[in-house]
Nanobody, 122 residues
Framework: QLQACGGGSVQAGGFLTLSCTAP????????LAWFRQAPGKEREFVAA???????TVTNSVKGRFGVARENAKKTINLQMNGLKPEDTAVYSC??????????????????WGKGTLVTVSS
């Protein structure tokens, strides 16, 4: 259902853009989110964009990461700037029809795409 791409290796301070493509119906009706899981850590919410375009990001990436819909491509993009070593993780996109207040909960996600690895070296 969901296809993520764009991971890679960068040095601290660098940037990457992750993209997640969804089928048309999913893209139109679902809110789409990014989660990440670092080695040995719990999966955590990163950012999300609703079907109507509302966005939210977690505090640890606020001011550095942005998320947006690209409607023509049925894609959401996670623009990551000022990357830090602690951003190293497998990033996964997910889709849900849950209420916006639950968008940060992995348990509320219906669909998951395969993760893409982001490695930030110091």
């Amino acid at each position: 259902q969901l296809q993520a791409c764009g991971g890679g290796s960068v040095q601290a301070g660098g940037f990457l853009t992750l993209s997640c493509t969804a089928p048309e119906d999913t893209f139109r009706r679902y809110s789409l989110a990014w989660f990440r899981q670092a080695p040995g850590k719990e999966r955590e919410f990163v950012a999300a964009v609703s079907w109507s375009g509302s966005t939210t990001v977690t505090n640890s990436v606020k001011g550095r990461f942005g998320v947006a819909r690209e409607n023509a491509k049925k894609t959401i993009n996670l623009q990551m700037n000022g990357l830090k070593p602690e951003d190293t993780a497998v990033y996964s996109c997910a889709g849900t029809t849950t209420i916006w207040g639950r968008i940060r909960s992995a348990d509320a996600m219906t669909y998951w795409g395969k993760g893409t690895l982001v490695t930030v070296s110091s």
